[in-house]
């Protein structure tokens, strides 16, 4: 099979092409990744509490009142769980990445209580991939 010159030009451009798309494709998704994280800390900022382990440990004793700071705060921690998945999906589940990025480990553990019993039973377990899952249960060992 002969390949001419232009054909070979065409498949090396059509290669860069991709690449270059690639690469601006996965930068778009780490900016909005870090936007959304900015949001978050935001919000923890508004309501400091939300991250302060002294609250966030009394979680199971009024998960299920309808006290606006627990109602609140279970919002905040599905934000939280949902960009960690979001994010952990870009980075292919990859521990190291992960970690790097942010204390992915940390932030895991302070919402501990909230994760493993959510007002809803099986919301953790029905609203998130296997990988991310695994990933959670990983870090709670």
Same mark, same amino acid.
């Given at each position: 099979?002969?390949?001419?010159?232009?054909?070979?030009?065409?498949?090396?451009?059509?290669?860069?092409?991709?690449?270059?798309?690639?690469?601006?494709?996965?930068?778009?998704?780490?900016?909005? +990744?870090?936007?959304? =994280?900015?949001?978050?800390?935001? &919000?923890? /900022?508004?309501?400091?509490?939300? !991250? #302060? @382990?002294?609250?966030?440990?009394?979680?199971?004793?009024?998960?299920?009142?309808?006290?606006?700071?627990?109602?609140?705060?279970?919002?905040?921690?599905?934000?939280?769980?949902?960009?960690?998945?979001?994010?952990?999906?870009?980075?292919?589940?990859?521990?190291?990445? +992960?970690?790097?990025? =942010?204390?992915?480990?940390?932030? &895991?553990? /302070?919402?501990?209580?909230?994760? !493993? #019993? @959510?007002?809803?039973?099986?919301?953790?377990?029905?609203?998130?991939?296997?990988?991310?899952?695994?990933?959670?249960?990983?870090?709670?060992?």
């Amino acid at each position: 099979m002969d390949l001419t010159s232009a054909a070979i030009a065409t498949l090396i451009s059509s290669g860069v092409a991709s690449a270059v798309a690639y690469f601006l494709n996965h930068s778009q998704r780490l900016r909005t +990744l870090n936007e959304q =994280l900015d949001n978050i800390l935001k &919000i923890s /900022i508004q309501y400091p509490y939300l !991250e #302060n @382990p002294k609250f966030t440990s009394t979680w199971l004793a009024h998960k299920d009142s309808d006290d606006e700071l627990y109602l609140r705060y279970e919002n905040y921690c599905t934000l939280v769980f949902n960009f960690m998945e979001r994010l952990s999906k870009h980075h292919h589940f990859n521990a190291e990445k +992960l970690e790097r990025h =942010l204390n992915l480990k940390g932030w &895991i553990r /302070i919402h501990k209580d909230c994760w !493993e #019993n @959510p007002s809803l039973p099986f919301e953790n377990a029905d609203g998130y991939c296997a990988e991310f899952k695994s990933l959670i249960d990983k870090y709670l060992k």
